[in-house]
């Protein structure tokens, strides 16, 4: 995937990357230099809409543990649900 995407947790989001630790001593780095991101989301042939979450260390530009994430569109919110065990070609 090329895209940037964007900060969900960790780095100098207001919300936390609880792993960053355990994400630092698995892959190496500091726990500061890893960040949760999402990507823009795009729609499955059948309709149905995903975005991709990855874990990313802003120094290196090591990116692990890519999932896809469903995402539910509700009466008046989105939100999402479990990750799909789907291969990433």
């Known amino acids: 995937m090329s895209e940037a995407g964007e ?9 936390p990357l609880r792993k960053a ?3 630092a ?9 890893w ?5 823009t989301s795009y729609t499955g042939e059948d309709g149905t809409q995903f975005e991709t979450h990855w874990e990313e ?3 290196t530009g090591q990116r692990v543990n890519m999932k896809s994430t469903e995402i539910k569109k509700s009466f008046n919110s989105i939100s ?3 990750p799909v065990k789907t291969p990433l070609w």
């Open 57 to 59: 260390n802003l120094k």
């Open 21 to 23: 630790g355990d994400l």
């Open 80 to 82: 999402r649900r479990k």
């Open 35 to 39: 960040v949760k991101k999402r990507s």
């Open 25 to 33: 001593k698995e892959y190496g780095g500091d726990p500061s230099d």
């Open 7 to 15: 900060i969900i947790a960790g780095g100098t989001h207001q919300t």
